[in-house]
Nanobody, 117 residues
Framework: QVILVESGGGLVQAGGSLRLSCAASGRTFSNSAMGWFRQPPGKEREFVAAITWRLGITQYADSVKGRFTISRDKAKNTVYLQMNSLKFEDTAVYYC??????????WGQGTQVTVSS
């Protein structure tokens, strides 16, 4: 089992920035990719970004391309999501996930991001 702990959420004004972190522990060697998802209020969870652990290949949802950047620190078993030019519609609970690209079987508890307009 992989344990994922997110941090870095909070309240920010539109146009501002936040950086989310996701620290992984446990059976981390079984994961080839990590991703970020979000669940806006009253909506279903949606994909935000993903990164492959070995080569650092990234994927982004169209809604965040050019504003969000996913990265990883192998030494720290940590994945980051740098969020710039935040919009009101980015407000959501953000979840970290680990597994294989497109199929994640380990999830964090989530961190709230609120963007005020």
């Amino acid at each position: 089992q992989v344990i994922l702990v997110e941090s870095g959420g909070g309240l920010v004004q539109a146009g501002g920035s936040l950086r989310l972190s996701c620290a992984a522990s446990g059976r981390t060697f079984s994961n080839s990719a990590m991703g970020w998802f979000r669940q806006p209020p009253g909506k279903e969870r949606e994909f935000v970004a993903a990164i492959t652990w070995r080569l650092g290949i990234t994927q982004y949802a169209d809604s965040v391309k050019g504003r969000f950047t996913i990265s990883r620190d192998k030494a720290k078993n940590t994945v980051y999501l740098q969020m710039n030019s935040l919009k009101f519609e980015d407000t959501a609970v953000y979840y970290c996930a680990a597994g294989v690209l497109g199929a994640y079987d380990n999830w964090g508890q989530g961190t709230q991001v609120t963007v005020s307009s």
